[in-house]
């Protein structure tokens, strides 16, 4: 028998191309009154308060919010949920201190893998900059793959048009545009981000009533909310870890780090996006504990959908794809335009790579061949980077005569990853 889908696919692809395309426009419209160099890898350091904040958030909050939290929270319960949120935006926290000291000792650079030369040489140096890129890479397929699914869960499109579709849109203009032409789009997108994901909690609010609450879910599923559910504990603290350890190695961060026009704005920034940042990834996390309370049987990672498009509304279909893409295409355009200044800047330094050259282009359409799970790629990347910052934790201490506490996180991911 076959799936009945809340849209043609003639419906959702036209959606996907007009959107994508509208994004293409305004991102090279944008990057014709801004060339150069300095704007293509730091927006010639001038980015205001808001831009800044709504460049950091959106970049932030991926396609993965739509599938990663709901689907945690139906087995690590309220601690999943508070480790996903509070990991998320711990970043944004840590490069208030960081992120100041970094600017003033190295003013002129535009990445975190310029900074490690400095400090640690070139043999760390090389190791971080290809672990950054490899990151990176894992990142953006696991975007793409979120969004492609998103999709066909909508209406049986392929994954592969989709992925097609936002990859060529996407790197049309972030490619020209650079930094720019992202933190541009970012804006836009992190408004409509904003708006429609308002628009679902009011609906799932006023559809759902009294079941969308702490009581209801206390009531179905007690060990959800229960303080001695040890799961609960070991999944929040796994996930704070892992979502906090990978963005650390997000180019992207580092170079909106650099593009503020100040560090009283860089500060603001920072602290504003963390406090955005909490409750968006904590209310997709508690749609899943809702949905697994209403049905048990739904689909972990679909617990936002299964709320919002239980009556099988096409405006509300529009809506979700809508958010889909501003989601994906926000993250996707800056980890390009990161994994593009890395080659450019520390590539060059490091492999000699011709001055001229662009190869990013051959790599990135790779991406369209990708076929494996989000949730493999996700926690691939999270192994590799806890790895890598362990490392760079041992050498970091042995340079103090310390020893570094850094392994056991990544001890903690391996069990977890294991079960």
Request: some cysteine; proline content about 2%.
């Amino acid at each position: 028998m076959d799936k009945t889908y809340f849209l043609t696919q003639t419906s959702s692809l036209t959606l996907v191309i007009v959107i994508s395309l509208m994004f293409v426009f305004l991102g090279l419209y944008n990057s014709k009154k801004h060339q150069g160099l300095n704007n293509y890898l730091t927006a010639n350091r001038n980015v205001g308060l808001f831009s800044l904040t709504t460049s950091l958030t959106a970049s932030a909050l991926g396609a993965w919010i739509l599938f990663g939290p709901a689907s945690a929270a139906t087995w690590g319960g309220i601690g999943a949920v508070i480790g996903y949120s509070l990991g998320t935006a711990f970043p944004m926290f840590f490069l208030i201190y960081l992120g100041k000291k970094i600017r003033k000792e190295f003013p002129k650079g535009s990445s975190l893998i310029e900074f490690m030369r400095k400090k640690f040489g070139k043999s760390l140096f090389k190791l971080i900059l290809l672990m950054t890129i490899f990151y990176m890479f894992i990142f953006l397929c696991a975007e793409v793959t979120a969004v492609a699914v998103l999709i066909n869960y909508i209406s049986g499109t392929k994954l592969w048009i989709t992925a097609l579709i936002v990859l060529l849109s996407t790197l049309a203009y972030t490619l020209y545009g650079g930094l720019r032409a992202s933190i541009f789009t970012d804006n836009i997108q992190m408004i409509v981000i904003g708006v429609l994901l308002l628009i679902s909690l009011f609906y799932i609010k006023t559809f759902i009533g009294s079941e969308f609450s702490f009581e209801f879910i206390n009531k179905k599923n007690p060990q959800l909310l229960s303080s001695s559910y040890i799961p609960s504990y070991t999944a929040g603290l796994t996930f704070f870890i892992a979502v906090a350890a990978t963005n650390l190695f997000h180019q992207g961060n580092w170079q909106r780090v650099y593009a503020a026009k100040n560090s009283e704005t860089l500060r603001k920034s920072l602290i504003i996006s963390f406090f955005i940042i909490i409750p968006v990834v904590f209310y997709m996390g508690f749609t899943g504990m809702v949905a697994f309370s209403l049905d048990p049987t739904t689909r972990p990672d679909l617990g936002f959908f299964m709320l919002l498009l239980k009556e099988q509304k096409e405006l509300l279909s529009l809506l979700v794809i809508v958010l889909g893409l501003a989601l994906t295409i926000s993250t996707v355009d800056t980890l390009v335009n990161a994994i593009s200044s890395l080659i450019v800047v520390d590539g060059k330094a490091t492999f000699k790579f011709n001055k001229k050259t662009n190869y990013l282009n051959l790599s990135v359409l790779c991406l369209v061949l990708s076929n494996r799970s989000a949730k493999s790629e996700y926690f691939f990347k999270t192994v590799s980077c806890l790895t890598f910052l362990t490392k760079i934790s041992v050498r970091a201490s042995r340079r103090r005569h310390k020893s570094s506490i850094l392994i056991l996180p990544f001890f903690l991911l391996l069990i977890r990853g294991s079960r």
